[in-house]
């Protein structure tokens, strides 16, 4: 079975930083595009940053400069730095997988195949 387990989210002060984990089990990882969501209450779910299936690499421009994602495809893992957090960042972060995530379509969350569960990221000021 197909599993994506994300953690590492929290509870951290205006202008602190976090790293989001997210553990890929039961693909071919390497075959994969990879991608980081976020749903804050009330709203729906928008793009934080991408990795597609050319390596080319796509952020936000809300979080452009503050954010990088990167993978381990050793340990089937990616990641997600966030620094200089504020209150906007306060959201459920989901982290995403799909074989045919190309650069036209790395923010959309329809052109990915498999989501984890969600992790709590609370920014306080």
């Known amino acids: 079975d197909v599993q994506l387990q994300a953690s590492g989210g929290g509870l951290v002060q205006a202008g602190g930083s976090l790293r989001l984990s997210c553990a890929a089990s039961g693909f071919t990882f390497d075959d994969y595009a990879i991608g980081w969501f976020r749903q804050a209450p009330g709203m729906g779910r928008s793009f934080v940053a991408g990795?597609?299936?050319?390596?080319?690499?796509n952020y936000a421009d809300s979080v452009k400069g503050r954010v990088t994602i990167s993978r381990d495809n050793a340990r089937t893992t990616l990641y997600l730095q966030m620094n200089s957090l504020s209150p906007e960042d306060t959201a459920v972060y989901y982290c995403?997988?799909?074989?045919?995530?190309?650069?036209?379509?790395?923010?959309?969350?329809?052109?990915?195949?498999?989501w984890g569960q969600g992790t709590q990221v609370t920014v306080s000021s």
């Open positions: 995403a997988l799909g074989p045919s995530v190309i650069a036209s379509n790395v923010a959309s969350p329809t052109a990915y195949a498999y």
């Open positions: 990795i597609n299936r050319s390596g080319g690499i």
